[in-house]
C-alpha cells in the first residue's frame, strides 16, 4: 500500500520546483522585457538626416553614405528649378489687370466683365476685393473685431466669384438659341434620371423663375439650367458642367465667410446674390487705392491686386478675433497652445458630449420657440414694443437655419429620409476609372484620376496630394480656432500608424467627433465657407451639414454621413461622422462589456455612428495630441485596438495596392520604384515577384540602398525632403506610445514627462504642398515635369550653380520643421465609403 505521506511530501516538491522553475522563467522574460523597453526607449534620437555635417571640400563620392544623404537633402532646398516641387510657399499673389474691365462701361460699345454674358475668374482678385472691403467695414463698423457685433459686417456673395465656373463660358460665348440644353446634359447616360425636373431649359424660363434665381437676362445664363442633380451617371464633361450650372444658378448662397488666421479669424456675413462687378465693390476699392474710377486715365492704368498685401494689411489694422473661451468648451484651444513643455495636452471629454437624443432635440427646439414668440409678441403687441428684448430674443441666420433642421429632421422618420448629400457619378471610360464617388457633384471639377486635357497621371497625383494635404490642415486650423472637438478615423487613422503621414493611395478623409459637438458644428456654423490663410493659399471650403444628422440610429438610406468639410474648388471633402447614443443592438463583441459594467453598477457608455462603427468611452477618451502631415489633431485613446479589430492586417502588413512600406525613409513607395535595388534572383519565383521576399528586401535595405533609391528618383527625394522630420518625430512618437511590438498602446501617459515634451513640438507649421491654384494655374504649366533627375555635384559645383537661388534656400530652412508624406493603407471599407 502507498504511503500517502510520501505522495503528498513528492507532489509539494514538484510543485516547488514547478514554482521556482515558472518563477525563474518569468523573471527571465520579465527581465528580457524590461530591457527591450528600455532599448525601446533608449533608441529615440531627435537627431535627422539633414543635420549631419558635411566635409568641405570632399567630392560626393569619398562622402559617407550618412552625408551623402544630407548633401542630397541640402541640395533640394538650394535647387529651385529641379526641385520646384519642394518650396511649398504662395509664389505667385501678384494679379496684373486694368480697371476698366471690371467696372460698368459709359460706352455701350464697350464691353466689361459688368455686361459681359461669359464669366471671369481668379482668386487673387476675389479674395483681393473681400478682404479691402471687411477691413473698411471692420474699421467703420466693429474695430475691435467684437463678436456681439458680427452683423455689422455685410457682403455680398456669388458663386461664380469663389469657384471656376468658366467652363460655362463655352455655352454662354453662343447666342441664346445655340446654346446646349437639358437633353444635352442626359444625353449619354447609363439609365434615365428618376428626376426628370432636375433642369430646365432656358428658353422655357418663366420670369418668375429668373427672379427666383436671381438673374434678370437669359444672356447670363446656359441653356440648361440645373436646379438638382439628376441622380444617374453621365460622362465627365456633362457631370460637372451639370454642377456649375446649378452653382450659377439655383445653389443657395452660405450663410457667413470665415478667413482663418494663425492668430484667430475674420468673419462676415452674406447679404444678397450679387457679383462683384455688379456691385459697387471694386469701385469703392479703387477709390481706397486713390484710383477715380469715372477718370478714363486712371481706369486705363494697369494696377496689381495682391491678395497677400491685403490681408497682411487686414491683420496690422484690425486683430484677428481669437476664439471666446465660452465656446471653448473642453479648453482645447487652450490646451494646444499652452506653453509649458512639461504639460499634458491629452483632451478628457465628458460623456454627456455623446448623449444626444430626442430629449435634447426637444429642448432646443422649445427654447428656439420660446424665443420667437416672444419676439412675436414683442413686434406686435406695441405695448410690449422693447429694442432691446427685440435684439436679445432675435434668431441670427445660422439659428433660423438649425431651428429649420431641427424641426424638418423631427417631422422625417429615419425610413423616409431622403438623400442629402449627391455625388458626381460618372461614366467609366478609357480616360477614365474614376466612378466619382468621392466627389460631391455642385462642386465637381474633375475626378482626381481623370486624364483631362494639358494633365498627366503625375499631374494628377500631385494635385491629389496638394488637395488632400489642405482639406486636412483646413478642417483642423478651423476646428482648433473654433474649439470643436474632433479626431482622425479609419483610414487615416490607419496610416498614421505607419508614418504619420496620409497614405499615397487612399483619397478618403474620415473624422469622427461626438454627437452633441455634430450639433454645435451645425448650430454655429453650417454653411459656412472657411478660406484659409491667405499667406498659404486661396483654399475654400464649405462646411455642409446634413438635416439628418439629429437622427442618430442606423441609416436606412444613404445619410450614414452627418457632416461634410468641402472643398469647393474640387468637390473633394472630408466624410464627418458624430459618435453617440442611440437605440441599436450593440455587436455581440460588446457583450462582456455590458456585463462588466451592469456588474459594477456603471452606466453603459457605448456609442455608435450612423455607419454602424462602435466604440466605448474608453477607447475615445482621453484624446491624444498627435500630428498627421504636419498637422496638429487627435487620435483616440485607444488607437492599437482599434485598428487592429477594423484591419485585422493593417498594422503589420508592409506591402499594399502595389506599394511598400520602406522603414529607411518612412515612406510608402511603389514597387516599380524599388525593384532595381535588389537582384531577382532574391525576389521571384519564376517571372512572378514574392511578395514575401520584396517585403523582407525592402524591409532590410541598408544605407548604400538607401542612397541608390534618393539618387534614382527625384520624387522620392523632394518627399523625404518634405517630410523626414514629421516622420522622424512620428517614429519618437510610438516608442513612447506603445511597447516594443508597436502593436501595444501604453494606456496611461498622464505622467510621463517625455511624451509630454514631445506633443509640446508639435506646431502647425507650413503647408506640406504648394497652393492648389499656384499648381493648376501657373507652376505646372512653366515647369518642365520631363527633366532627368540631376547629377549630384561637388560642393564647388553646388556653389556655382546655385548662386541666383535665394528664395528657395530661404524655403529649405522653413521647411524643415513642419514637412510630411500622405502614405495609406486601407483593406477595407472602399465601398462603405461610397455612401
Known sequence: MINTRFVKIFFVIILVINVLYFTRIYTIEETKLKQAAINHVSSITYFTDDQITIPQGKKYEELSNKEKVAYLLENVGKDGSNYWLANTNLLEPNLKINPADFLPSSNENQETWATKSTLYYDPRFTISVYLNEIKHQLMTQNP????????????????????????????LSKPIDDRANCEWLQSKINKPTKYPNFCHNLKDLSEVEMDKI????????????????????????????QGKSHLLT??????????LTKLGTYEAQISDKQRIVHTEMFEHYLERKNIN??????????IILNPVDEFNDLLKTIHPRPLDLNDDIYKMNLITRQKDINASRELYLDTEAFNYQQEQIDEQIRDYEIRLNKLEELMTNELHYDPKEIEINALNRHELNHYNGLKYSNSISINDEPTYYKLATLIKDSTNQDAGWHNEWRFFNGALRYLKDGYSMKHLEIREQIILDRLLRNWFRFAEEKGIISWIAHGPLLSWYWDGLMFPFDIDIDIQMPSAELNRLSANYNMTLVIEDISEGYGKYLIDCSSFLHHRDKARQDNVIDARFIDIDTGTYIDITGLGKNNEKPPDEFDSYIRNKNSQGEPIELYMDRRKHWLNFE?????RYSM?????????????SMLNHEYTQGTTLYYFDGYYYVPSIRLWIQQEKLTFLFDEKDYKDGNEINVDKFTQL????????KVKLLESDKDILIEYYLTHHYTSLHEIEKKLMLDPSLQHLILDLKHNTDYHQLTSKFKMGKPLRKPLFDYEYIERLRHDEHNPVPEPQTETENQNDNQSNNDTNDNKNDNKDNQDNKDNIKEDNKNENKN
Open 144 to 171: 475691435q473685431n467684437d463678436k456681439a457685433l458680427n452683423s455689422k459686417i455685410v457682403v455680398p456673395f456669388s458663386w461664380s466669384d469663389w469657384v471656376d465656373l468658366t467652363l460655362l463660358n463655352e455655352e
Open 214 to 241: 436671381g438673374f434678370k437676362d437669359k444672356k447670363y445664363l446656359p441653356g440648361f439650367v440645373v436646379e438638382s442633380s439628376p441622380m444617374n451617371k453621365a460622362p465627365h464633361k456633362q457631370v460637372m458642367m
Open 250 to 259: 439655383y445653389q443657395e448662397n452660405p450663410l457667413s465667410l470665415i478667413f
Open 293 to 302: 474710377a469715372n477718370h478714363l486715365e486712371d481706369i486705363n492704368n494697369e
Open 619 to 623: 477607447k475615445i477618451n482621453p484624446l
Open 628 to 640: 498627421l502631415g504636419g498637422v496638429p489633431l487627435y487620435i483616440p485613446n485607444d488607437v492599437m
Open 698 to 705: 525592402v524591409k532590410t535595405m541598408n544605407d548604400d540602398l
